[in-house]
């Protein structure tokens, strides 16, 4: 059983920067990868970044490359997300999430483990 517990959230203003955190208990952490995905009022959940058990490889979608970095620190069982020049079309509640077997880290339904959430606003 892996808990996953998102902070970082806040109403920021455009071109501003937040740090999502994504803190996990178990000892299984560090042999899952992680995804991070976001879910915009009246929008489907949609994938935003996932990292590699041992952090060596990252996978972004097209709407964050360039912006966002997942990064990940086994040792103190949390990921991250760091978020640069957002932007309104940013704002969502975000959510980390764990895969436990395989499949496309692109899907949800291939993430096993889902914290509950952190509001991010992006304000004009």
């Known amino acids: 059983q892996v808990q996953l517990v998102e902070s970082g959230g806040g109403l920021v203003q455009v071109g501003d920067s937040l740090r999502l955190s994504c803190a996990a208990s178990?000892?299984?952490?560090?042999?899952?990868?992680m995804g991070w995905f976001r879910q915009a009022p009246g929008k489907e959940r949609e994938f935003v970044a996932a990292i590699s058990s041992s952090g060596g490889t990252t996978y972004y979608a097209d709407s964050g490359k360039g912006r966002f970095t997942i990064s990940r620190d086994n040792a103190k069982n949390t990921a991250y997300l760091q978020m640069d020049s957002l932007k309104p079309e940013d704002t969502a509640v975000y959510y980390c999430?764990?895969?436990?077997?395989?499949?496309?880290?692109?899907?949800?339904?291939?993430?096993?483990?889902w914290g509950q959430g952190t509001q991010v606003t992006v304000s004009s």
């Open positions: 999430a764990v895969r436990t077997f395989g499949g496309s880290l692109y899907v949800t339904d291939n993430y096993d483990y």
């Open positions: 178990g000892s299984t952490f560090s042999r899952r990868t």
